[in-house]
């Protein structure tokens, strides 16, 4: 059931009123607010009951109305002065006598004219008239009109959204040196911030911390979740690791944490789909081995598009299966599989016999020997434009002490380098 | 004492009925899953690495220890699984993995500088965290005196970690390092470089499967 309060010049005050019954009103128009008052019997009675407590506390002898549907209220509240509570079923017989002008700015200008025009004055003549006919001449307009006038057309609530803000702050009585007692402050924030948006049925991608230090710029640290997570104690321990990585410059005076909010992750689990690391646990180990590794090499390695021997770069790992990768065909069993390069990182001097133009002899810390076969060369180059170009002939070369190589001679350094190994 | 331990189960399993039988019962190991690793005569051999168990592959140089992990890269991501590469000293090269069937988006792949101590810590952070099909960890560079230094408490810790997941645990070293705590040994041994006029066609290697003192090898290849 809707009520709606209409009351010229007064939109504060009847907004006001509104709000003191239910949380779901709708500002229609500056006279006029609806408000959803489903729920209310148990602390306010029947819903006539409602309707006097909405015309004893408007305090502006406002219009009251309550309908089924919002914009049979609308319109029995603008028509009917006083208390009007039409019951579920009987709004077209309540709403019949109002004139049609009531419905403002539902109709079109063009539409009012034709139904002026056809000597329809009142809504029950509008409800009256044929519905084919009223679709066949007016379109869907007229028959939206129509249903208006019946009481029948049923619509949710504009309700305004308020500005979901999740932060809190804590100003300290005396600085604290230890992330001890920091973590104490940060777990209590915490729980309190996702207590929050589990309210709302919301979760986070990105927490923000802000440190205010004593004689100290304030020390800031973002960490942005490849998936919506509410954990409290994941957040609390990925907090920690990002301080002990980063510990903040002096003692802290206040502390603000910022969560922006997200829909939380929906994922439908199949029963025969390979498991999948759970993403909060991931996240914690992977920082965790960041800590121990160093966060850049960790990650999933991305082929650049570039010629450039080697040339990849790192990017987050996200346990997440792309709706579009293709779907899973097994490789077929073979005897012949492809034979692996493992790359020395970087390339290792070597110092290189040549005869004839071939290399005949390597001497370098991993590999030493005779070479008993050598292909090659290969020359590639490129990127002749940037400091960093290349310029190599290249050699797969099988050495005595049975490795298998490949090494380069750089052209413009005239120097020999071992890039890895068959293996 | 035997006897009298057997009489003594005897007339507790008869007391508390059958429902507790299974509570003084011999603990059955479940049927292994396996992972195959795509090259035929391996997994003919060994039947698919095992998962929930620890496998040693080790070698020399040029032997096919990263062409056997990237087939079985291959194998796992092809099968929609998330996988970790442990990588000791760096050499994993993307291209080649990529030419070997494996989906690159589906690899972590940790780079650990050389520092066979925090490969071993990440791999057993990662064995915690639990959801990889398969965890390799790849000593293959590493000095064999440097990969010795990890205890067998540690490869123990490991194999255990592993023990009821559906993850297989591979270790790439030049040596036995893990003993008694591995599933399943693969010795490889390179046999004959192939060369096909002046290019280098590849290699034929041989695989001996090493556990419950049996040895059966098989051959296989590799090539470009």
């Known amino acids: ?225 490849p998936v919506p997570i509410r954990d409290a104690k994941a957040f609390l321990k990925l907090l920690q690791l990002e301080l002990s990585d980063r510990p903040p410059g002096g003692p802290v005076l206040k502390v603000a944490l910022a969560l922006e909010p997200v829909k939380p992750r929906v994922q439908q689990h199949g029963l025969f789909i390979p498991v999948a690391p759970e993403p909060e646990k991931l996240e914690l180990t992977l920082a965790r081995i ?102 190599r002939d290249e050699w797969d070369i099988a050495l005595s002490d049975g490795g298998l190589y490949r090494v380069y001679r750089d052209r413009d350094a005239a120097r020999w380098f071992i890039e890895g190994y068959y293996d | 004492m035997a006897t009298s331990a057997a009489a003594l189960r005897s007339h507790i399993s008869s007391t508390l009925g059958l429902r507790w039988d299974p509570a003084f019962g011999v603990d059955r190991r479940p049927v292994q899953e396996s992972l195959p690793t795509g090259i035929q005569s391996i997994d003919e051999l060994t039947g698919g690495l095992p998962r929930g168990g620890l496998t040693e592959i080790f070698g020399a140089a040029s032997t096919g220890r990263t062409t056997v992990m990237l087939s079985l890269l291959a194998q796992a991501t092809s099968r929609e699984e998330f996988c970790a590469v442990i990588d000791t000293t760096g050499a994993f090269d993307p291209e080649s993995a990529e030419c070997a069937g494996v989906r690159l988006p589906q690899i972590l792949w940790i780079r650990c500088g050389g520092n066979a101590e925090h490969a071993l810590k990440a791999t057993d952070l990662l064995v915690q965290a639990g959801g990889f099909g398969l965890i390799v960890m790849d000593l293959a560079d590493t000095p064999p005196q440097q990969a010795r230094r990890i205890s067998l408490a540690s490869w123990f810790r490991l194999r255990h970690a592993v023990e009821k997941t559906a993850t297989a645990l591979v270790a790439i070293a030049q040596n036995v390092n893990a003993a008694s705590c591995s599933t399943l040994q693969l010795n490889l041994r390179q046999t004959q470089v192939l060369w096909s006029g002046k290019l280098l066609k590849g290699l034929r290697a041989e695989a001996d499967s090493r556990k419950h003192y049996r040895v059966r090898s098989a051959a296989f290849s590799a090539g470009r």
């Not at chain 1, 790192?314 to 034979?339: D, G, M, N, W, Y």
């Not at chain 1, 290969?378 to 960093?388: A, D, F, I, V, Y």
Request: proline residues 7%.
């Open chain 1, 290 to 391: 960041a800590g121990i590794v160093g966060a850049e090499n960790v990650g999933i390695a991305e082929r650049m598009d570039s010629h450039r021997p080697d040339s990849f770069r790192i990017q987050r790992f996200v346990a997440q299966r792309s709706e579009k990768s293709p779907a899973a065909v097994l490789p077929a069993e073979t005897h012949l599989a492809f034979l692996a390069l493992r790359r020395l990182r970087p390339s290792l001097h070597a110092q290189v016999l040549v005869q004839d133009g071939r290399p005949v002899q390597i001497s370098s810390a991993p590999a030493r020997g005779r070479v008993l076969a050598c292909a090659g060369p290969w020359r590639t180059s490129g990127e002749w434009w940037l400091p960093n170009a290349w310029n």
């Open chain 1, 1 to 225: 059931m809707f009520a709606c309060l209409h009351a010229p010049g007064n939109l504060p005050l009847l907004l006001e009123c509104a709000h003191q019954f239910s949380p779901l009103v709708e500002e229609t128009s500056p006279d006029t607010v609806v408000l959803d008052i489903d729920g209310l019997e148990p602390l306010w009675g029947s819903t006539e009951e409602i309707a006097k407590a909405l015309m004893q506390r408007n305090g502006v002898g406002a219009s009251v109305a309550i309908a089924g549907n919002p914009d049979a209220a609308i319109h029995a509240a603008r028509g009917i002065a006083g208390v009007t509570v039409i019951p579920i079923g009987r709004e077209a017989g309540v709403l019949a006598p109002l004139p049609l002008n009531l419905l403002g700015g539902s109709a079109s200008p063009e539409t009012a004219e034709t139904l002026d025009l056809w000597g329809i004055r009142t809504f029950g003549e509008l409800a009256a008239l044929p519905p084919l006919g009223v679709a066949a001449r007016l379109g869907d307009e007229g028959v939206h009109l129509q249903r208006l006038a019946r009481g029948e057309a049923d619509r949710l609530l504009r309700v305004p959204g308020e500005a979901l803000i999740f932060e809190e702050a804590l100003e300290l009585d005396y600085p604290l040196e230890l992330l001890e007692p920091l973590s104490f402050l940060l777990a209590r924030m915490l729980n309190d911030l996702c207590g929050k948006l589990a309210a709302r049925s919301l979760a986070t991608h990105e927490i923000r911390l802000r440190l205010d230090l004593e004689n100290a710029a304030p020390h800031t640290a973002t960490l942005r979740l």
